[in-house]
């Protein structure tokens, strides 16, 4: 049993979700033929007949090749029927949804669909299944929209696929996921401006060891053309193909990833190489890098050989796969091109562990300490930053930006309860000298003062 509240938070609600009964077919029936007569085409009667039966003959589907099981569940607001969802457990050790439905009386109610939509996923999980998925209209936004927000992935779209001029997207989410983005917080990795003479041998290293064996013609003559490239930076002219290099950094200073971007004519950028040691560097670079170029031009795109964690990365932080190349770098591998569009809803994104971004949503953290990096020293009042973890993201508002010499200096003038809830003063400060050792901390330190955003982003 749940307990919410409407709306104005006026009347709370008694809610439930249990397994649905022979009783309610018409239920199901009604509102899966209204939910999805404007995004699907075909007999939706007879499909809800076809799965209710299923879940009724103890989940056993007898015409469906790769279900182990299926279950239908249904959700109630007072003792009253309110939504439903039906799971199919497939064999691959994967679960769909198919579909996830909440009546239109009762969608003012806040938190049905996620209660909903929670229970589905801990059934999967329960069942041993590695990742959950479905399939939604595009033009559905405010279904769209919730499964973005829960943290769902895009796998891919497909035009006219079961309606004409209807778009469907595929879905999904890993249960297994390494969480790459709180990964890279936790290695405290930073994105910075490459430096030949900081940064060059192990820069080198890491593409020869990468790159090379993905992409023929990668030798130590293409990384003295990067470097070169590099030092063309100041033109700004596209036919001299100059470079902008950006490299991640671990907290000792290992350079774990590395970006070469270069604006072409017409303005997209294309990054080549961008490979990581590890998919948590891989999405800092990923994260850091459209903002940092954005007046450099107006989208970007690589082409690479992702592994499976990479393609996570790019899906979940919203990159689109335009071709796949078969043997156009290498006979032996399929380069794939992906890109971003930096026109559309451009944020500044920040990484944040999921704890306290969590803060940041509750409105208990206010203040987000950083080291002075150029990218940091960028940021002024009112300014959007949009924040990210391995599951959630929150867009906020700076109200102020604050510099000083040094943490303790901060520590001094600033209240140390909204940076991290919880913490004690000593415990604040020894986090942020653990994060910022001194060759950090002389950048400076900047204190950015925030306020939520309430209007989510999908």
């Given at each position: 049993?749940?307990?919410t509240?409407?709306?104005?938070?006026t009347r709370q609600?008694?809610?439930?979700?249990?397994?649905?009964r022979?009783?309610?077919?018409?239920?199901?029936?009604?509102?899966?033929?209204?939910?999805l007569?404007?995004?699907y085409?075909?007999?939706h009667?007879?499909?809800?007949?076809r799965?209710?039966?299923?879940?009724?003959?103890?989940?056993?589907?007898?015409v469906?090749?790769?279900?182990?099981e299926q279950?239908?569940?249904?959700?109630?607001?007072?003792?009253e029927?309110?939504?439903m969802?039906?799971l199919?457990v497939?064999k691959q050790?994967t679960?769909k949804?198919?579909?996830?439905?909440?009546?239109?009386?009762?969608?003012?109610?806040p938190?049905?669909?996620s209660?909903l939509?929670?229970?589905?996923?801990?059934?999967?999980?329960?069942?041993?299944s590695?990742?959950i998925y479905?399939?939604?209209?595009k033009?559905?936004s405010r279904a769209f929209?919730f499964?973005?927000?829960?943290?769902?992935s895009?796998?891919g779209e497909?035009?006219?696929?079961?309606?004409?001029?209807?778009?469907?997207?595929?879905?999904y989410?890993?249960f297994?996921?390494?969480?790459?983005?709180?990964?890279?917080?936790?290695a405290?990795?930073?994105?910075?401006?490459?430096?030949?003479?900081?940064?060059?041998?192990?820069?080198?290293?890491?593409?020869?060891?990468?790159?090379?064996?993905?992409?023929?013609?990668?030798?130590d003559?293409?990384?003295?053309?990067l470097?070169?490239?590099?030092?063309?930076?100041h033109?700004r002219?596209?036919?001299?193909?100059?470079?902008?290099v950006f490299v991640a950094?671990a907290r000792?200073g290992t350079?774990?990833?590395?970006a070469?971007c270069?604006?072409?004519?017409g303005e997209?950028?294309?990054l080549?190489?961008?490979?990581?040691s590890?998919?948590?560097a891989?999405?800092?670079?990923l994260?850091?890098?459209?903002?940092?170029?954005l007046k450099?031009?107006?989208k970007?795109?690589?082409h690479?050989?992702?592994?499976?964690?990479?393609?996570?990365v790019?899906q979940?932080?919203?990159?689109?796969?335009?071709?796949?190349?078969?043997?156009?770098?290498?006979p032996?591998f399929s380069?794939?091109?992906?890109?971003?569009n930096?026109?559309i809803?451009?944020?500044?994104?920040?990484?944040?562990?999921?704890?306290?971004?969590?803060?940041i949503?509750?409105?208990?953290?206010?203040l987000?300490?950083?080291?002075?990096?150029?990218?940091?020293?960028q940021?002024?009042a009112?300014?959007?930053i949009?924040?990210?973890?391995a599951s959630?993201?929150?867009d906020?508002?700076?109200?102020?930006?604050?510099?000083?010499?040094?943490?303790?200096a901060?520590?001094g003038?600033?209240?140390?309860?909204?940076?991290?809830d919880?913490?004690t003063?000593?415990?604040?400060?020894?986090?942020l000298?653990d994060?910022?050792?001194?060759?950090?901390e002389?950048?400076?330190i900047?204190?950015?003062e925030?306020?939520?955003?309430r209007?989510a982003r999908?």
């Amino acid at each position: 049993m749940i307990m919410t509240s409407d709306e104005n938070g006026t009347r709370q609600h008694e809610v439930t979700i249990r397994e649905a009964r022979a009783d309610d077919f018409s239920f199901v029936s009604g509102l899966m033929s209204a939910a999805l007569k404007d995004w699907y085409d075909g007999d939706h009667e007879a499909h809800a007949k076809r799965i209710f039966d299923a879940h009724m003959a103890g989940g056993k589907d007898l015409v469906g090749h790769f279900s182990a099981e299926q279950h239908m569940f249904i959700l109630e607001v007072d003792e009253e029927r309110a939504g439903m969802v039906h799971l199919v457990v497939k064999k691959q050790g994967t679960a769909k949804m198919s579909p996830l439905i909440v009546s239109p009386d009762f969608q003012k109610i806040p938190g049905l669909g996620s209660a909903l939509l929670s229970h589905a996923e801990q059934f999967a999980r329960e069942r041993g299944s590695r990742q959950i998925y479905g399939t939604v209209a595009k033009q559905n936004s405010r279904a769209f929209g919730f499964f973005r927000r829960m943290g769902y992935s895009v796998a891919g779209e497909s035009e006219s696929h079961y309606k004409s001029d209807i778009t469907e997207v595929m879905i999904y989410k890993r249960f297994d996921d390494p969480a790459p983005l709180d990964e890279q917080d936790r290695a405290g990795i930073s994105v910075i401006e490459f430096s030949e003479d900081q940064h060059g041998a192990q820069v080198r290293a890491l593409i020869l060891a990468i790159l090379a064996p993905q992409f023929n013609g990668v030798d130590d003559s293409w990384v003295d053309a990067l470097y070169r490239g590099y030092d063309r930076r100041h033109t700004r002219e596209p036919n001299a193909k100059y470079k902008l290099v950006f490299v991640a950094v671990a907290r000792d200073g290992t350079v774990v990833g590395v970006a070469g971007c270069t604006p072409k004519k017409g303005e997209p950028i294309k990054l080549m190489p961008c490979v990581a040691s590890s998919p948590a560097a891989f999405a800092a670079l990923l994260i850091d890098i459209p903002y940092l170029l954005l007046k450099y031009g107006r989208k970007l795109y690589l082409h690479c050989v992702p592994t499976v964690a990479e393609i996570m990365v790019l899906q979940r932080l919203g990159w689109v796969l335009n071709a796949m190349m078969p043997a156009a770098y290498h006979p032996n591998f399929s380069t794939q091109q992906w890109s971003n569009n930096l026109e559309i809803d451009m944020k500044r994104n920040m990484r944040v562990k999921g704890r306290l971004l969590a803060q940041i949503k509750s409105g208990k953290k206010t203040l987000e300490v950083r080291a002075g990096y150029s990218s940091i020293r960028q940021i002024a009042a009112e300014d959007v930053i949009h924040f990210m973890s391995a599951s959630d993201t929150c867009d906020v508002n700076v109200k102020a930006v604050r510099s000083y010499a040094s943490i303790d200096a901060m520590m001094g003038a600033e209240d140390h309860r909204h940076m991290a809830d919880g913490m004690t003063f000593d415990q604040v400060s020894k986090l942020l000298h653990d994060i910022y050792p001194p060759d950090k901390e002389r950048l400076g330190i900047y204190v950015i003062e925030i306020e939520r955003i309430r209007s989510a982003r999908p």
